[in-house]
């Protein structure tokens, strides 16, 4: 899956951002100094797949959101990277130059 595909499938997937993402990963693992490594799986960063289940209810809950099952995956397992994140942040960054 695409973060276009993504978006597709749940627009309110667009919502969540980096900041977002890293306070539900804070708060979930316990480590309020914790910090991404886009090269590394979650797995690989200590989080296991009933954690990548938490970090996804926080999103929903904080945000007021559902994200449909098809994306949760995509978005957060224990064997994918939060590069779409990054991604993400690059287009916001992108959009925002064109805007302003």
């Not at 951002?17 to 910090?35: C, E, H, I, Y």
């Not at 098809?70 to 994918?80: C, L, M, Q, T, W």
Request: aromatic share 12%; glycine share 2%; charged share 25%.
């Amino acid at each position: 899956m695409t973060l276009q595909e993504a978006y597709q499938i749940c627009p309110a997937v667009r919502t969540v951002t980096l900041d977002d993402m890293l306070q539900a990963a804070r708060k979930v693992s316990g480590n309020k100094s914790f910090n991404f490594d886009f090269t590394k799986t979650f797995y690989e960063q200590g989080f296991d797949q009933l954690m990548c289940v938490e970090i996804i209810m926080e999103l929903e809950n904080k945000l007021n959101i559902s994200i449909y099952d098809e994306v949760v995956d995509f978005i957060v397992n224990e064997n994918s990277k939060p590069d779409f994140l990054l991604q993400e942040w690059r287009e916001s960054q992108i959009n925002k130059i064109l805007n302003d």
